[in-house]
């Protein structure tokens, strides 16, 4: 059994899902770092998915430093690092834009955005997916 959970939705990118479940699995806590991350082979078999989809993932994950891998020991849950605080907005640019763009396709308000980020955000604190 997976430590996270993957809501897979037609027309978005399977691995960008599932990379998507991994981050925030780490983020509200559900892998902590030095946890064990599953193998590639146990990634395809339990969600279904083609193994060369899983590899991508696991190498994304090890790329940006959310897994480490340990020789002879398996993946593991990195330690997080503390990047800078421009780093990490830069990392979210992309997102914020892309959200900010849905908003205003969708005609909603930016007191309307944040409400929802709001509450996204507050979901997370109490652990709830």
Do not use: C
């Not at 940006?64 to 640019?93: C, F």
């Amino acid at each position: 059994m997976l430590p996270f959970t993957v809501r897979f939705r037609a027309g978005l990118s399977v691995s960008e899902q599932v990379l998507y479940a991994v981050r925030k699995a780490i983020a509200m806590g559900q892998l902590r770092p030095g946890d064990a991350f599953p193998s590639v082979r146990v990634l395809s078999q339990e969600l279904r998915i083609n193994p060369n989809t899983a590899h991508k993932v696991v190498a994304a994950l090890v790329a940006e430093g959310s897994l480490e891998v340990r020789p002879g020991l398996g993946t593991a849950v990195a330690a997080a690092p503390a990047p800078s605080k421009a780093l990490r907005r830069q990392l979210l640019g992309d997102d914020v834009e892309r959200l900010v763009v849905d908003a205003k396709m969708l005609s909603l308000d930016l007191i309307d955005v944040l409400g929802a980020v709001e509450a996204h955000w507050q979901r997370l604190q109490r652990g709830k997916p």
